[in-house]
């Protein structure tokens, strides 16, 4: 039996338009009364926020919670939008006069949210301000506004090979916990094989659940990659997530998706390692959310770039000029200044802060610059992921 998609024939469809005009014009002049079942189910799966209240707070090491949240009807939110594992909220909070937002990987299994709850996994960051306020702050009963499920990191049959090679570092792993959840819940159909990397056993996040999922589901397959251990236990690998490892565990006749997850030093060396795989840019997935400090780390950040420099942002009808640090991206700069940017996912994907850059040099790292082609003559932007290299004058969207 040929599938639908093929056996779709582009010539029908010019015939069809005469029998479509047929019933518009049979039908009423009226407005439909009662509700709009396509609106409603828009809502649900897309609200504009979702109110919710930490029910449970579960540590899963010294510096890492999980946070199972809950709608709040008082608020308005009566029930959670459904998810594709791999998506992540953004997570909206004031700090110190400051509106930011950051974004966390939903670490449950998308069927939880059906039964109105998701998992936040919120790992300390060095330096990082809003995951240490979460863990500092966020405590049973806490009000928390989240946005809708969102992001890019999910399966796709069309595009996807049946087998997914996972690679996972540290806080990495929490949208691979939801893809296994939804592999042996049924509501995924591929082969995950997960290679986690972690320092030792003592830094091996839901190893339990991990290893439990692994036991009930031939789906689903981990490996653990230890960089620090001394004494390796049975089944577990020594040293870093490399090519070689990769082909090891790799179906034999090479049809497979890689997906990665992790901190962005892992990125800079697995992108040198899997050239030698030879894979198709398709087959090659990376997490992106996140944001950048410290440019220097980039081989191509120019030189002679000033410490400081002036922003001039125009609001709809509010400017103001701001001084700040060109280690700070332009979204940061801003934010330190108690000017809220709209944004999710806080590394140049979502498109919410998109903004025209007026006057003055930027830098933006290759690897985060997901502005269309039409942006680059136009002069336009994502402050998320850009930082200054002059005074600038830039003209933002308000935040909603």
């Not at 506004?145 to 087998?163: C, H, I, M, W």
């Not at 839901?206 to 999922?213: C, G, M, N, S």
């Not at 090659?284 to 780390?297: D, L, S, V």
């Amino acid at each position: 039996m040929a599938s639908p998609i093929k056996s779709l024939t582009v010539k029908k469809f010019p015939s069809l338009l005469g029998g479509r005009q047929k019933k518009f014009n049979s039908a009423p002049a009226t407005v439909p009364s009662g509700t709009d079942s396509s609106r409603e189910l828009a809502k649900a799966l897309h609200p504009d926020y979702q109110y919710l209240t930490v029910a449970a707070v579960k540590e899963r090491a010294p510096d890492c919670k999980s946070f199972t949240l809950v709608p709040d009807p008082e608020k308005g939110t009566k029930g959670l939008a459904f998810f594709g594992a791999g998506k992540y909220l953004t997570v909206f909070e004031t700090i110190d006069g400051m509106q930011v937002t950051r974004a966390y990987s939903i670490s449950s299994s998308p069927a939880d949210s059906l039964e109105g709850k998701y998992e936040l996994t919120v790992k300390e960051v060095g330096g990082g301000l809003v995951s240490n306020y979460i863990l500092k702050n966020w405590t049973v009963g806490t009000s928390v506004k989240v946005s809708a499920p969102a992001g890019n990191f999910e399966y796709q049959p069309l595009r996807d090979a049946k087998t997914v090679i996972g690679l996972a570092g540290g806080s990495g792993i929490t949208p691979f916990v939801s893809m296994a959840n939804a592999i042996a819940d049924g509501d995924e159909d591929f082969n995950l094989i997960l290679l986690y990397g972690s320092r030792d056993e003592a830094n091996i996040l839901f190893r339990d659940e991990l290893d439990a999922i692994a036991n009930k589901c031939e789906k689903f397959k981990v490996v653990h990659v230890l960089s620090d251990a001394s004494d390796l236990p049975d089944g577990m690998e020594k040293g870093f997530i490399t090519s070689d490892l990769i082909r090891k565990y790799a179906p034999a006749d090479g049809d497979y998706s890689i997906f990665i997850c992790g901190p962005q030093q892992m990125y800079d060396f697995l992108d040198k390692e899997l050239k030698s795989l030879g894979k198709e840019r398709k087959f090659i997935r990376r997490e992106t959310f996140g944001e950048i400090h410290n440019p220097k780390q980039f081989a191509d950040y120019p030189a002679d770039v000033p410490e400081t420099v002036n922003i001039t942002v125009t609001i709809q009808d509010f400017t103001a000029t701001v001084t700040g640090s060109t280690s700070d991206t332009v979204m940061q700069i801003l934010e330190k200044q108690g000017i809220a940017v709209p944004s999710r996912c806080r590394s140049g994907e979502c498109g919410f802060c998109h903004s025209h850059l007026i006057s003055g040099n930027v830098y933006i790292p290759k690897s985060l610059d997901y502005r269309r082609m039409a942006d680059i003559p136009y002069s336009c932007i994502h402050p998320c992921c850009t930082f200054p290299l002059s005074d600038l004058v830039v003209n933002i969207p308000a935040a909603k």
